[in-house]
Structure formats: C-alpha cells, structure tokens
C-alpha cells in the first residue's frame, strides 16, 4: 500500500474526531448563549414586576397615610391602604397583588424607631406619622434562565420580588396671602362665639388704629402687614403681585397698618378693574357680588340668589369658569371709577381665593399696640371690589373656612407644599 495512503487514512480518522469535539462544543455554546439570552429576558421580567409591586406600594402607602389624623384607629388606615394597594395588577398586569393585614402595613412615629403593624404598635396614636408598606410576589418563574441548568453546579429556581413605600401627611400648597388680617371669631366686634360659618360674608373694621387715641370699631377683619414693611406701597404692591406667598408662621407677630385708602387701585385690579396705569394680574373672573347683585349677602363661592331685581345671578364658580367680566359701576351701585375694559379673563389667575392670618383682635384696643400675632390661617374669597377713596366699611370678604379645613378651596390642587405650610394635610411618599 502506498504510504500517501496511510498518511490520508489517519488525517481522515484525525478530523472525523475533531467534527465530535466540535459538535460538543457548539452544542454548549448553543446553551449558554440561550442561557444568557433567556438571563436577560427574565431579568426584564423581574424588572418589571418590580415596577408593578411599588405601585401597589405607593398606593397602599399614600392611601394609608391619609387616614393619619391623629385620632382615627389605625384599624381604619390599615384597611384604606390594603384596598387601595390590591387593586394594583402584577406580572404585565395578569395578577392581583396580595397584602396581607397585620403584616403588610406597618407604623411608626419616627424614621428612627421601628415600624410596628397596628396590633403590636406601642407609639401612642396621635404621635403616629409614618406608614410603611411591604408588597411581595414568590415564585416567579423564569422563561429561559433555566436553561442553565444544564451546566454542572448550575441551579436556577423561580424569584421571588419585594417593594416597600413610606408615606406621611404634609401641608398642601395654599394661595398666597393678601395684607390683611381676620379677627378671632370670640375677638371680633361684635363677637362670634359659635365661630364664623363658611359662606358668611365679613366686613371690613372701621377706625384707623394709627393712632394711640383711635382704636378700630366693628368689623371682622383689618389692613395687616406680613412682609415687614409698613407703608402702602408695600401692601400695595403684594396686592397687584403674587401676595405673600412666604407664610409667617403661627405666634409670629405682625403689623396692624390702619386703614389704607390709597389701595383701592389695587385691590381692584384683581377684579379686572384698570383705573389709570393701575394693572394687575387679575382672576379668571371679575363679577362682583354686592348688596345689588346678590341679595342673599352670603355664600358667593357656591350658592345660589338672585340681584334685587329678582334675576338669578351665577356664583364665583359658574362666574369663573365663564370669564365673566366685572359688571360695571351703574349694576353693583359702587364707584371704583374704573372698567374692566378689554381685561383679558382666560389669561388671569386664581386671585380672589386668598389666605390672611386670624389674630387675636381683643389687643387692638389697648394705646400702642400695633403688633400681633397670629394664631391660624383663614381662606377667604374677595367677593367685591372697593369703592373710590377706600371706603373700607363697605368691603366684605367671604368666610371659606380655616386653611387646614380639608377641601379648603385655597389649597392649589391638593399638592404637597412645604413641612412649615398652612394647608390641608395631604399624604406625600417619603421612602
């Protein structure tokens, strides 16, 4: 036999070898990169599930929270957190995620200290603060990773997914204030022992408190200063701008200014009404409500009555959402001597809806007392404008509660504000 011969046979026999070592080779690749594969597409699931349980727990947190108040039994707040956060689907929105009670909603009255579920708990319930949600899914299984089993020592099981939040209660952000002040209800001239109702309408004091000798007379509420300065223009200026938006805050003292005729400008221009070079920013609406334009003299904000004709008029919110320009002098039988003119409405702003500080007015009367301070915050509506010269024993504002009063038509859409705000407690997550 020729050696080339041979010498073929065995590089044959060599390479039909190697054709089996190959094949076990591409068959392992084959593995791992669908191993690998499969590792990235569960991850994206497990990812994804992730997602959906920290909506359940954001829910359940912020749902829970809200029932925070210091008196509810905590019994209450569990069970909002539960049904909120089970209504939240898991695995690309396939199942219900599950929280269990006594065990998935937890409390505590400090970050520092632990959570402890509602049976266990042992912080006294007004100091409660915090609320702590777990959410959990077991047994995830995967869709490729297991492939990987097949690699020796290799042992992929099914996953298990957890999310928490922490939710607590915070001020609401509220209008801005204008530079006034409202007397205590016990303290007001007469006084109001039951307290103001919402919709009542409140005057404005008579007097100048600008001197010693002079103390103000009935009336509910005063010109205030919040910002520290104490001339007209200043107060002046909060009207036609933002207002004080920077709340003093409770027991700090402010300033008593007298009444202030040279205002009526711009207290006016939130109404729409332009005198002169007099312009503001107005409201969405400038319709006025006086003792000719709505006889029932209360509850302008939403109620109903009619001019002292008899025609039915819109309240502040109809008025509102239509635009409606002030009326003009000769219908409200005042003399703003201004217009609204062509006062573009649908480009205005909520301004008549305004804070102001409550203070305690029985003080107002005693020589040299100009500084007060403030025990709470009241919302109110500007419901008229104010006449030439100010003639201030003629301006009411509308009574629409305290700022903290949940729903108060001064909190701007319920959104968190600062920890040192005056609005409504709203529930705002934290972890």
Known sequence: MPRTTNHARRLHRIHARQKGAVAII??????????????????????VAKSELQNSADSCALAAARDLTGATPLVVSEAAGITSGSRNMALFQREQVE????????????????????????????????????????GIA???????????????????????????????????????????????????????????????????????????????FGWADLTGGSSAKDLANQLKGAGQ???????????????KASLSDEWNSRFGIVKGSTVGVT????????????????????????????????????????????????TTNLDTQGSAGSTNYKAGADRRLVLAPIVDCSSLGTPGTHKIPVTGWSCLLMVEP??????????????????????????????????????????????
């Open 245 to 259: 938006c920077n709340l003093p805050a409770e027991g700090s003292f402010i300033g008593t200014t007298g009444d």
């Open 386 to 431: 104010m006449q030439k010269g100010g003639h201030n024993d003629t301006v009411r504002l509308e009574y629409r509660g305290t700022s903290t009063t949940p729903g108060s038509p001064c909190a701007t859409q319920g959104l968190p504000g600062a920890g040192t705000g005056v609005g409504p407690l709203v529930p705002v997550l934290v972890q």
């Open 26 to 47: 591409m068959g392992l690749l084959i593995v791992v990169l669908v191993g690998f594969l499969g590792l990235a597409l569960d991850l994206g699931k497990l990812y």
């Open 142 to 220: 995967h869709w490729f990773a297991q492939v990987l089993n097949a690699l020796p020592g290799t042992n992929i099981g099914p996953s298990t997914v957890a999310a928490y939040a922490v939710a607590t209660t915070t001020s609401a952000q509220t209008t801005c204030a204008i530079p006034v002040f409202v007397c205590r209800p016990d303290t007001a001239n007469p006084p109001v022992p039951a307290g103001y109702t919402i919709g009542q309408w409140l005057t404005t004091k008579a007097g100048t408190a600008d001197k010693d000798s002079v103390a103000y007379g009935g009336g509910n």
């Open 99 to 138: 929280l269990v009670a006594s065990s998935s909603v937890k409390y505590t009255d400090s970050l520092a200290n632990p959570f402890l579920d509602k049976d266990a708990v042992t912080y006294p319930l007004n100091t409660i603060k915090y609320v702590r949600c777990e959410v959990s899914r077991t």
């Open 283 to 330: 409201d969405f609406t400038g319709f006025a409500y006086t003792d000719a334009t709505w006889t029932a003299k209360k509850s302008a904000y939403d109620g109903t009555s009619s001019d002292s004709k008899g025609n039915a008029q819109p309240n502040f919110l109809a008025a509102r959402k239509a635009y409606m320009a002030y009326q003009g002098d000769s």
